[in-house]
Protein backbone atom coordinates (compact mmCIF):
# COMPACT_ATOMS: atom_id res chain seq x y z
CA UNK A 1 0.00 0.00 0.00
CA UNK A 2 1.22 3.38 -1.31
CA UNK A 3 1.05 6.03 1.25
CA UNK A 4 -0.23 8.97 -0.17
CA UNK A 5 0.25 13.10 2.02
CA UNK A 6 -2.40 15.07 -0.10
CA UNK A 7 -1.91 18.69 1.09
CA UNK A 8 -3.84 20.68 -1.31
CA UNK A 9 -6.95 23.15 -1.18
CA UNK A 10 -10.44 22.32 -2.54
CA UNK A 11 -11.48 26.06 -2.66
CA UNK A 12 -10.07 26.26 -7.20
CA UNK A 13 -11.53 24.40 -10.01
CA UNK A 14 -8.09 23.64 -11.27
CA UNK A 15 -7.42 21.83 -7.75
CA UNK A 16 -10.37 19.57 -8.14
CA UNK A 17 -9.73 19.06 -11.44
CA UNK A 18 -6.25 17.98 -10.64
CA UNK A 19 -6.83 15.77 -7.20
CA UNK A 20 -9.96 14.18 -9.73
CA UNK A 21 -6.88 13.24 -12.34
CA UNK A 22 -4.99 12.34 -9.49
CA UNK A 23 -7.39 9.89 -7.99
CA UNK A 24 -8.06 8.29 -11.23
CA UNK A 25 -4.78 7.40 -11.87
CA UNK A 26 -4.18 5.50 -7.91
CA UNK A 27 -7.29 3.67 -9.17
CA UNK A 28 -5.53 2.51 -12.51
CA UNK A 29 -2.69 1.73 -10.57
CA UNK A 30 -3.61 0.09 -7.87
CA UNK A 31 -3.37 -0.24 -3.67
CA UNK A 32 -2.97 3.85 -3.07
CA UNK A 33 -4.09 5.28 0.39
CA UNK A 34 -4.63 8.78 0.38
CA UNK A 35 -4.81 11.44 3.39
CA UNK A 36 -5.55 14.93 3.46
CA UNK A 37 -4.59 17.51 5.87
CA UNK A 38 -7.02 20.32 6.03
CA UNK A 39 -5.76 23.68 5.16
CA UNK A 40 -6.27 24.62 8.62
CA UNK A 41 -3.52 22.28 9.88
CA UNK A 42 -0.95 23.57 7.91
CA UNK A 43 -1.80 27.14 8.59
CA UNK A 44 -1.85 26.83 12.78
CA UNK A 45 1.05 23.61 13.20
CA UNK A 46 3.01 25.11 9.91
CA UNK A 47 5.79 23.51 8.17
CA UNK A 48 6.85 20.85 11.47
CA UNK A 49 3.47 20.00 12.07
CA UNK A 50 3.38 18.92 8.35
CA UNK A 51 6.08 16.80 8.99
CA UNK A 52 5.86 15.60 12.19
CA UNK A 53 2.25 14.30 10.61
CA UNK A 54 3.87 12.75 7.96
CA UNK A 55 6.31 10.61 9.68
CA UNK A 56 3.54 9.58 12.12
CA UNK A 57 1.57 8.16 9.04
CA UNK A 58 4.92 6.76 7.27
CA UNK A 59 3.83 8.36 4.43
CA UNK A 60 5.63 7.37 1.04
CA UNK A 61 4.93 10.31 -0.80
CA UNK A 62 3.26 13.91 -0.21
CA UNK A 63 1.52 16.11 -2.90
CA UNK A 64 1.51 19.30 -1.29
CA UNK A 65 0.92 22.60 -1.97
CA UNK A 66 4.31 24.48 -0.14
CA UNK A 67 3.57 28.17 1.01
CA UNK A 68 7.00 27.91 2.65
CA UNK A 69 10.44 29.35 1.81
CA UNK A 70 12.38 27.00 3.87
CA UNK A 71 12.62 23.00 2.14
CA UNK A 72 15.11 21.55 4.46
CA UNK A 73 12.39 19.87 6.48
CA UNK A 74 10.86 18.07 3.15
CA UNK A 75 14.56 16.68 2.68
CA UNK A 76 14.74 15.07 5.34
CA UNK A 77 11.94 13.12 5.05
CA UNK A 78 13.55 11.11 2.09
CA UNK A 79 10.44 9.83 0.30
CA UNK A 80 9.33 11.53 -3.47
CA UNK A 81 8.13 14.91 -2.73
CA UNK A 82 5.79 17.00 -5.50
CA UNK A 83 4.89 20.44 -4.79
CA UNK A 84 2.10 22.10 -7.14
CA UNK A 85 2.96 25.89 -8.56
CA UNK A 86 5.67 26.28 -6.04
CA UNK A 87 7.27 29.98 -6.61
CA UNK A 88 10.64 28.56 -7.88
CA UNK A 89 11.83 25.32 -9.65
CA UNK A 90 14.26 23.00 -6.98
CA UNK A 91 16.00 19.96 -7.25
CA UNK A 92 14.80 18.21 -4.21
CA UNK A 93 11.60 18.10 -5.03
CA UNK A 94 9.27 17.41 -8.61
CA UNK A 95 7.04 20.75 -9.76
CA UNK A 96 3.29 19.73 -10.60
CA UNK A 97 3.13 22.74 -13.07
CA UNK A 98 2.04 23.36 -16.80
CA UNK A 99 3.07 25.47 -19.82
CA UNK A 100 2.09 28.93 -18.34
CA UNK A 101 4.37 31.08 -20.91
CA UNK A 102 2.01 29.47 -23.97
CA UNK A 103 -1.27 29.96 -21.91
CA UNK A 104 -0.18 33.59 -21.60
CA UNK A 105 0.72 33.72 -25.72
CA UNK A 106 -2.40 32.13 -25.96
CA UNK A 107 -4.57 34.79 -24.46
CA UNK A 108 -2.70 37.85 -26.48
CA UNK A 109 -3.49 36.03 -29.37
CA UNK A 110 -7.09 36.22 -28.36
CA UNK A 111 -7.13 39.46 -27.47
CA UNK A 112 -4.70 40.25 -30.91
CA UNK A 113 -7.43 38.62 -33.27
CA UNK A 114 -9.82 41.20 -32.00
CA UNK A 115 -7.77 43.93 -33.10
CA UNK A 116 -7.00 45.50 -29.28
CA UNK A 117 -3.55 48.26 -29.01
CA UNK A 118 -3.82 48.18 -25.74
CA UNK A 119 -2.72 45.12 -23.20
CA UNK A 120 -2.45 44.80 -19.37
CA UNK A 121 -1.93 41.90 -16.95
CA UNK A 122 -2.86 41.63 -13.41
CA UNK A 123 -0.96 38.87 -11.36
CA UNK A 124 -0.24 37.09 -8.26
CA UNK A 125 3.15 38.63 -7.30
CA UNK A 126 5.50 36.11 -6.20
CA UNK A 127 4.14 32.52 -8.10
CA UNK A 128 6.44 31.19 -10.73
CA UNK A 129 3.29 30.29 -12.55
CA UNK A 130 1.88 34.09 -13.33
CA UNK A 131 5.26 35.32 -13.79
CA UNK A 132 5.28 32.57 -16.68
CA UNK A 133 2.02 33.52 -17.89
CA UNK A 134 2.63 37.19 -18.18
CA UNK A 135 5.68 36.49 -19.65
CA UNK A 136 3.87 34.59 -22.39
CA UNK A 137 1.08 37.25 -22.72
CA UNK A 138 3.79 40.40 -23.07
CA UNK A 139 6.18 38.87 -25.20
CA UNK A 140 3.35 38.16 -28.05
CA UNK A 141 2.41 41.91 -27.18
CA UNK A 142 6.00 43.40 -27.96
CA UNK A 143 5.61 41.27 -31.59
CA UNK A 144 2.59 43.81 -32.44
CA UNK A 145 4.03 46.54 -30.91
CA UNK A 146 1.32 46.85 -28.79
CA UNK A 147 0.37 48.85 -25.69
CA UNK A 148 1.35 46.94 -22.35
CA UNK A 149 0.69 47.57 -18.77
CA UNK A 150 1.29 45.13 -16.02
CA UNK A 151 0.17 45.10 -12.45
CA UNK A 152 0.37 42.62 -9.52
CA UNK A 153 -0.69 41.90 -6.05
CA UNK A 154 -0.79 39.17 -3.44
CA UNK A 155 -3.82 36.82 -2.37
CA UNK A 156 -5.32 39.53 -0.54
CA UNK A 157 -6.36 39.00 3.14
CA UNK A 158 -7.60 41.56 5.92
CA UNK A 159 -4.73 43.55 6.64
CA UNK A 160 -3.96 44.29 2.69
CA UNK A 161 -6.70 44.59 1.46
CA UNK A 162 -7.71 48.02 1.56
CA UNK A 163 -4.43 49.52 0.55
CA UNK A 164 -3.89 47.18 -2.14
CA UNK A 165 -7.28 47.47 -3.75
CA UNK A 166 -7.16 51.40 -3.28
CA UNK A 167 -3.99 50.65 -5.94
CA UNK A 168 -5.88 48.42 -8.40
CA UNK A 169 -9.00 50.47 -8.61
CA UNK A 170 -5.86 53.47 -9.21
CA UNK A 171 -4.41 51.08 -11.85
CA UNK A 172 -8.10 50.10 -13.65
CA UNK A 173 -8.91 53.74 -14.01
CA UNK A 174 -5.59 54.72 -15.42
CA UNK A 175 -5.52 52.47 -18.07
CA UNK A 176 -6.23 53.85 -21.68
CA UNK A 177 -9.40 52.47 -22.88
CA UNK A 178 -10.69 49.80 -24.60
CA UNK A 179 -8.23 47.71 -22.92
CA UNK A 180 -7.82 43.68 -23.11
CA UNK A 181 -6.79 42.70 -19.67
CA UNK A 182 -5.58 39.18 -18.74
CA UNK A 183 -5.86 38.09 -15.31
CA UNK A 184 -3.39 35.22 -13.60
CA UNK A 185 -6.39 33.38 -12.57
CA UNK A 186 -10.21 33.49 -12.32
CA UNK A 187 -9.95 34.63 -8.43
CA UNK A 188 -8.06 38.07 -9.25
CA UNK A 189 -10.40 38.49 -12.80
CA UNK A 190 -13.17 38.78 -10.17
CA UNK A 191 -11.44 41.46 -8.18
CA UNK A 192 -11.36 43.27 -11.60
CA UNK A 193 -14.74 42.69 -12.84
CA UNK A 194 -15.46 43.65 -8.75
CA UNK A 195 -14.13 47.19 -9.15
CA UNK A 196 -15.33 48.20 -12.81
CA UNK A 197 -18.55 47.90 -11.31
CA UNK A 198 -17.97 50.09 -8.45
CA UNK A 199 -16.35 52.26 -10.77
CA UNK A 200 -19.08 52.32 -13.63
CA UNK A 201 -16.43 50.87 -16.15
CA UNK A 202 -18.06 48.51 -18.74
CA UNK A 203 -17.05 45.28 -19.31
CA UNK A 204 -17.10 44.59 -22.16
CA UNK A 205 -16.79 47.85 -24.10
CA UNK A 206 -14.00 49.43 -21.85
CA UNK A 207 -12.16 46.50 -20.41
CA UNK A 208 -12.03 42.87 -21.90
CA UNK A 209 -11.76 40.15 -19.24
CA UNK A 210 -10.11 37.15 -19.45
CA UNK A 211 -9.15 34.54 -16.60
CA UNK A 212 -7.76 31.31 -16.03
CA UNK A 213 -8.93 27.91 -14.82
CA UNK A 214 -12.78 28.17 -15.43
CA UNK A 215 -14.37 28.55 -12.39
CA UNK A 216 -17.86 28.52 -13.36
CA UNK A 217 -18.66 29.56 -9.65
CA UNK A 218 -16.43 32.37 -9.52
CA UNK A 219 -17.11 33.36 -13.80
CA UNK A 220 -20.72 33.06 -13.12
CA UNK A 221 -20.45 35.33 -9.85
CA UNK A 222 -19.56 38.23 -12.52
CA UNK A 223 -21.79 40.51 -14.44
CA UNK A 224 -21.00 39.63 -17.22
CA UNK A 225 -19.81 36.30 -16.60
CA UNK A 226 -16.13 36.13 -16.74
CA UNK A 227 -14.23 34.10 -20.03
CA UNK A 228 -11.72 32.30 -18.91
CA UNK A 229 -9.13 29.82 -20.11
CA UNK A 230 -9.56 26.14 -18.91
CA UNK A 231 -6.46 24.22 -18.15
CA UNK A 232 -6.12 20.69 -18.17
CA UNK A 233 -5.62 18.92 -15.06
Known amino acids: MIKVLVLIDYSTEFSRRFLDGLIQYAQEMGQWSFYRLPVYY ?130 LISLPKPVAIFACDDSFAIQISEICKLNNINIPKEIALLGVDNDRLICNLSDPPISSIILDA
Not at 72 to 82: A, D, G, M, R, T
Not at 96 to 123: H, L, P, S, V, W
Open 42 to 171: KNIHGEEGVIAWAQKWEANIIIAQWNYMSLESLQKLQIPVFLQNYKEEGKCFSNITGDYTGMGAMAAKFFIQRRYNNFAFYGNKGFIWSRERAEGYRREIEKIKGNYYYFESEDLNDKQWEHTHTQLEDW
